[in-house]
């Protein structure tokens, strides 16, 4: 449980604990907005890279021998254990489909409100679809047209249903 004034500290212009791994601390410097990974003991060099040395000295610096270090050292691991394990990898690819999310064209709604997942081709019983959200083919079993099928959850917490409409053929120009 914070205090009041660990919740003052950790609410700052100049980083936010992002959380931790077995054997660094994560933080996102808000001047630069990127994310510092500090391995081994944290140092005085360490926290002059996430705030400025008066920062620690004015909070840290008044009760310890060591200019409040290791006080700011405890904090700084309490705050970024607070915020819980930082994965790292799990953050790449969530950035990676973020990216690949944003490249695609809005999707093609249809009668029921669904997101429209195209039919490309149809081999058997399966049916391949280009995904609304990511833009790739997905492989479904059964042609059933108008199936609602929950996708892409893996990689986006707020999609829902697509569903599955086979593209009408072309109309011929009359001569």
């Not at 610096?61 to 819980?84: M, N, V, Y």
């Not at 409100?113 to 081709?121: D, H, Y």
């Not at 995904?131 to 790739?136: A, K, T």
């Amino acid at each position: 449980m914070r205090t009041e004034r660990e919740q003052a500290l950790t609410d700052n212009d100049f980083f936010e604990p992002l959380g931790f791994t077995k054997d660094a601390q994560f933080v996102r410097n808000k001047r630069f907005n990127s994310v510092l990974k500090l391995s081994g003991k944290i140092n005085q060099f360490m926290l002059n890279q996430i705030a400025p040395l008066s920062f620690w000295r004015n909070d840290f610096g008044k009760t310890s021998k060591d200019t409040g270090l290791s006080e700011a050292r405890e904090f700084l691991q309490r705050a970024c254990a607070e915020r819980g394990v930082y994965d790292e990898e799990g953050i790449a690819k969530r950035k990676l489909w973020n990216a690949k999310r944003a490249e695609q064209p809005a999707p093609v709604i249809a009668a029921s409100g669904l997101p429209s997942a195209f039919i490309v081709k149809q081999k058997g019983e399966y049916v391949y679809v280009k995904c609304p959200f990511c833009g790739e083919l997905h492989k479904h079993g059964g042609a059933e047209l108008g199936a609602r099928l929950p996708h892409c959850w893996m990689h986006y917490a707020d999609i829902g249903n697509y569903e599955l409409v086979r593209p009408g053929s072309p109309k011929k120009k009359a001569a």
